[in-house]
């Protein structure tokens, strides 16, 4: 596994634009939690999607597939939880529930070595 640190960078970027306009729209009380947890798993999706680069590129592929599904749903789960009313146990094991599978996946993926 290897990083593209410009492109890395250009990701974390993007996961920060997207999750400040999160921040900016927020109508409750939880901003700062709702930036900083999309901040994370949309930057850790955005980043194996695009600045990441496996051995093989048959694991490249299935990996940044399985990404950009991901960040959809990160981004759809995200963008739903900045309009409505949300509890923060709530909005925190949904959130993370959906990066530990992301990750479990990616790890399995890996591993499988095709």
Known sequence: MRF?????????????LISYGFYSVEVNNNKFLLFLVSFV?????????IG????????????????IIFFVSALLINLIFSFIQFSV????????????????????????KQ
Request: proline residues 2%.
């Open 41 to 49: 798993v949309i930057s850790t999706s955005l980043t194996t999607m």
């Open 4 to 16: 593209n640190f410009i492109k890395t960078i250009i990701s974390l970027a993007i996961g920060f």
């Open 89 to 112: 146990p709530t909005y925190l094991i949904i959130n993370f529930i959906l990066l530990l599978i992301f990750i479990l996946i990616l790890y399995s993926i890996n591993n499988a």
């Open 52 to 67: 990441v680069h496996f051995e093989r590129s048959r694991t490249t592929t299935n990996i940044r597939v399985v990404s």
